[in-house]
């Protein structure tokens, strides 16, 4: 597609169980964020990817959370044993390339952990 | 570091009226800014960038946003407010263009009334 995707739009899980969140950058970007925003709050930075370079991964708040993401293709965030307070919507952003860059978002993946 | 302060996490604003939305940066190095709109159950749209040009800077729909270095400030404004403006607004701040983070401020909440 022309835009970024993300899977699935929406998730409700039992706490304690993990999830898989899924993005599919742009063709041709070769870097990808992922954000958190809870309700009522702004974008929370969680994780960046920029080519093969090593990510920056200070924003994930525990090392429940984990992110892969394999060359410039598909990133999957990994949450485990999921709490009530990682409930929120998930945002993956792709970057494009040049001078001209600007990041593209996908419409979220909503986590509701029960 | 870099950090983005929203002033006013509501704002409310009569439909024809100017609309004025605060943004305050902090930035070790010339920033790269942005403003994103979040429209109800949509993703988030680039509505303007600066990045180190005119410090003027159009966007789309109307919106417009000055960078001010001596203030560091990148306040959005419309003339002329519509109906359809109001969404959440986002402003975010990066350092090296976007090869780095991208941080948000914690948006704010535009309401137009007739």
Redesign the interface.
């Known amino acids: 597609g022309a835009g970024v995707s993300q899977s699935p739009s929406n998730k409700v899980t039992e706490k304690g169980k993990d999830v898989e969140l899924r993005c599919d950058p742009i063709s041709g970007h070769t ?1 990808l ?1 992922w ?1 958190r925003q809870r309700l009522g ?3 929370e ?1 969680l994780i ?1 990817f ?1 080519g093969n370079s090593a990510p ?1 991964k ?2 994930l708040p525990s090392d429940r959370f984990s992110a892969e993401r394999t060359g410039e293709s598909v990133s999957t965030l990994t949450i485990q044993r999921t709490q009530q307070e990682d409930s929120a919507v998930y ?1 993956c ?1 792709s ?1 494009s390339p040049g ?5 593209f ?4 993946t909503r986590l509701t952990v029960v | 570091a870099q950090s983005v302060t ?1 002033l006013g996490s509501h704002v409310s604003v009569s439909e024809g009226a100017l609309v004025l939305l605060r943004c305050n940066y902090s930035s070790s190095v010339p920033p790269y800014l ?1 403003w ?1 709109v979040q429209y109800p159950n ?5 509505l303007l ?1 600066y ?1 180190s040009a005119a410090t003027l800077v159009k966007g789309i729909n109307g919106f417009e946003a000055e960078f001010k270095k001596s203030e560091t400030s990148f306040h959005l404004t419309k003339p002329s407010a519509h109906m359809r403006d109001a969404a959440e607004y ?1 402003c ?1 701040v990066s350092v090296f ?11 704010t909440i535009l309401t137009v009334h007739p």
């Open positions: 870097a964020y954000y709050q702004g974008l930075f960046y920029q920056d200070s924003g945002l952003a970057i001078p001209n860059t600007e990041a978002f996908g419409q979220g | 929203q942005f994103y949509q993703g988030l749209q680039l960038k990045t986002f975010a263009g976007l090869h780095g983070k991208l941080t948000f401020g914690q948006g």
